[in-house]
């Protein structure tokens, strides 16, 4: 809805052309001297007169702008968010001293990304997971922030997959496997992974674990099956020692 159409047309001081009849009468009546000059009196009284119907038309006008502006405001603030379909699955559970994520990727091993990998091209997915907590009328406040990698590299002349898996830069597993339905599940999955202290959080508060994934080397050709940069997710848990 636009704001504009609840802006009255306020007449501009002199612009006779833009009076009304009544106006133009009034105009004729208080601007046209009398012959022997009006009295004081009655000079006083045209004066404000006038006077009072400028301050009333004025205050009108100003009345029906503050109007517009507040319908225009609760519009926007009444307006339904549209979320983004959740392209990750995410669970979480706390348990003893730190928040276990668990990851899905759906739908991101595709037939590109296997002739990628036959290739001989290393391929990673970066999991960004960050810990959240909402704040009201406010962003949410970032806790914690992971990152988590998973790589693999086809040997051509074994058949073999090396996979490894890397946390905040260091390297937490390696290890080659034969099958490619084992390398799928590496890539684009994690299981409990304990990966957010439990130490800050509040007894009885709201969090949110968010995860937004990329995928590297990104060709030219090679689009998400969402058709999107990056792969999104979220869960929300409320935090029970």
Same mark, same amino acid.
């Given at each position: 809805?636009?704001?504009?159409?609840?802006? +009255? $047309?306020? +007449?501009?001081?002199?612009?006779?052309?833009? #009076?009304?009849?009544? @106006? !133009?009468?009034?105009?004729?009546?208080?601007?046209t001297p009398l012959k022997n000059g009006p009295t004081p009196a009655v000079a006083g009284r045209s004066a404000g007169r006038l006077q009072r119907d400028c301050h009333d038309r004025l205050l009108g006008s100003m009345r029906l702008i503050l109007t517009g502006v507040a319908v225009c405001v609760g519009s926007v603030a009444t307006t +339904?968010?549209?979320?983004?379909?959740?392209? $990750?699955?995410?669970?979480?559970?706390?348990?003893? @001293?730190?928040? #276990?994520?668990? #990851?899905? #990727?759906?739908?991101?091993?595709?037939? *590109?990304?296997? @002739?990628?990998?036959?290739?001989?091209? !290393?391929?990673?997915?970066?999991? @960004?997971? *960050?810990?959240r907590q909402p704040v009201a009328f406010w962003f949410d406040r970032t806790v914690e922030r992971v990152s988590v990698s998973a790589s693999v590299r086809y040997d051509g002349l074994t058949g073999l997959y090396q996979v490894r898996r890397v946390v905040d830069g260091r390297v937490e597993q390696e290890q080659v496997v034969a099958e490619e339905a084992v390398v799928r599940r590496l890539l684009t999955s994690l299981e409990r992974l304990p990966l957010f202290s439990t130490g800050d959080l509040e007894t009885n508060g709201d969090y949110r674990v968010r995860v937004r994934v990329d995928r590297r080397p990104r060709t030219g050709w090679f689009r998400w099956p969402w058709d999107r940069a990056a792969a999104l997710g979220r869960a929300s848990f409320t935090f029970l020692p």
């Amino acid at each position: 809805m636009c704001c504009t159409s609840f802006l +009255p $047309v306020v +007449p501009r001081p002199g612009a006779r052309n833009e #009076l009304t009849g009544r @106006d !133009e009468e009034e105009y004729r009546r208080y601007s046209t001297p009398l012959k022997n000059g009006p009295t004081p009196a009655v000079a006083g009284r045209s004066a404000g007169r006038l006077q009072r119907d400028c301050h009333d038309r004025l205050l009108g006008s100003m009345r029906l702008i503050l109007t517009g502006v507040a319908v225009c405001v609760g519009s926007v603030a009444t307006t +339904p968010v549209v979320r983004a379909q959740e392209d $990750v699955r995410v669970t979480t559970l706390a348990r003893e @001293d730190h928040v #276990l994520v668990s #990851l899905e #990727l759906r739908g991101a091993y595709t037939r *590109e990304i296997r @002739d990628v990998i036959a290739s001989g091209l !290393e391929t990673t997915f970066r999991f @960004d997971i *960050e810990l959240r907590q909402p704040v009201a009328f406010w962003f949410d406040r970032t806790v914690e922030r992971v990152s988590v990698s998973a790589s693999v590299r086809y040997d051509g002349l074994t058949g073999l997959y090396q996979v490894r898996r890397v946390v905040d830069g260091r390297v937490e597993q390696e290890q080659v496997v034969a099958e490619e339905a084992v390398v799928r599940r590496l890539l684009t999955s994690l299981e409990r992974l304990p990966l957010f202290s439990t130490g800050d959080l509040e007894t009885n508060g709201d969090y949110r674990v968010r995860v937004r994934v990329d995928r590297r080397p990104r060709t030219g050709w090679f689009r998400w099956p969402w058709d999107r940069a990056a792969a999104l997710g979220r869960a929300s848990f409320t935090f029970l020692p």
